[in-house]
């Protein structure tokens, strides 16, 4: 018998159910408030609200802890790859030989767009942000799909392989959304390249000449891509979740995600950083000018790349990019001042009572900019190269939904504060 609430409202007593998690979080159920007491709860962020149980990834703040199906993220980095860890986010295990062998299969078959997808790529101007065409073209080629446009909700014997389409065509698209906006020819995908060794062919070769893959660089963004597979219910997955509640179809509620995923609160943060970087460099400050800004709440700066709704203990993906990228700079010959830069500023954030007090940290934005300049992603693709990693995370979540027999449309309700009634005024009366 699980432990009961008590609210007292209007001199009435009432008992809520509570529910505890797999891993003690506990929480008040208060799906019979409005029904029972015609009161609603509200909650500015939702900083204090589930909306769903899940068993994909699991996240201690406190302790800067994150897990994928239970595995820590710590060990993923270090044994798995991109591919296997995808597996694992949306089916629930990691997979034996056979079973990453077909998904492998699945991904390399569905790797190349419809040809006619070209010509959408025509219709964007040079110099279109890349989340733009990401978002637009993921809807664009699920048009190519009849199965996409004849969602059979819940009854997807094909799903695995619209999971791959998804994961592998998102790649496909976003390397001809960087050719596109620089005007380059479009490289087509190598059926002997594993995931990220071909979305960096796509990105870099050229016609007359394959890039060079260096096992450092594949390995590098491969980590990425890992680092940023879920994150249980942040902005864009809780939108990937809202429109999927609607049974919308699986690339609809993933391209819904990547506009979430964009905004510099979010995924959009990791080119924000590098762009903040690049200005304290640029004039010449060693940082303390900026954290002085970044303070000030009417300087309109934030320290982009620290402070986290959930952590309130080191982001464990900063501390793993950040020893990735002196590894990955050392291996690569390269000093970069913005590296030095970051380094002061968060070595001069951790002293300073104003982020103490807060709590903020580096989170996983903090670092992920510079690796991926050190390895030639261009600053634009940054968030374009999240929304490739965080791809398992939201279709887990969307799989969590389906294969939910009871599950509902997401439909918040709300508290009104606008004007009570009054009627209408003929234009000739008006002031
Ligand atoms: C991601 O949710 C996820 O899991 C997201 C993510 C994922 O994997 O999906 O982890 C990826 O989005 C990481 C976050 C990337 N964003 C940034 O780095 C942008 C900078 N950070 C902030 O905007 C902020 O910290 C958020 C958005 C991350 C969190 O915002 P909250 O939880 O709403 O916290 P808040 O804005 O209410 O801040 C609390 C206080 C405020 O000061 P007071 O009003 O108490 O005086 O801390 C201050 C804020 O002004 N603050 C900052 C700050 N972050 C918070 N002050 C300066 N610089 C900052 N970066």
Known sequence: MSKEAKLELDGKVYSLPTLTGSEGEKAVDVSTLRATTNYITIDDGYGNTGSCASKVTFIDGDQGILRYRGIPIEELAEKS?????AYLIIYGELPNAVELKRFSDLLGTHQFLH????????????????MAILSSMINAASCFDEGLMKWQWGKMKQFDVYVAKLISQVRTIAAYSYRKSHGLP????????KYTENFLHMLFSMPYEDFQLKPEV???????????????????????????SSQANLFASCAAGVCALWGP??????QAVLEMLADIHNSGDDGSKFITASKDKNSGKKLMGFGHRVYKNH?????????????????????????????KLEEAALKDSYFVERKLYPNVDFYSGIIMRAIGIPVEMFTVIFAIGRMPGWIANYKEIMDEPKSRIYRPRQIYTGKTVNHYVDLEARK
Do not use: W
């Not at 594949?218 to 999927?244: G, P, W, Y």
């Open 315 to 343: 982001d464990p993906r900063a501390t793993i990019i950040k020893k990735a990228c002196d590894d990955v700079l050392a291996k690569l010959h390269i000093t970069d001042p913005l590296l030095d830069i970051a380094k």
């Open 186 to 193: 479009l490289i087509y995908p190598k059926q002997n390249y």
């Open 265 to 270: 609160l979010h995924g959009g943060a990791n």
């Open 218 to 244: 594949v390995k590098a963004l491969d980590l990425i891509f890992l680092l940023h597979a879920d994150h249980e219910q942040n902005c864009s997955t809780s939108t990937v979740r809202m429109v999927a």
């Open 115 to 130: 040809e006619d997808m070209k010509y959408h790529f025509e219709g964007f101007p040079t110099g279109a942000h890349p």
């Open 81 to 85: 790859t991109f591919v296997e860890t």
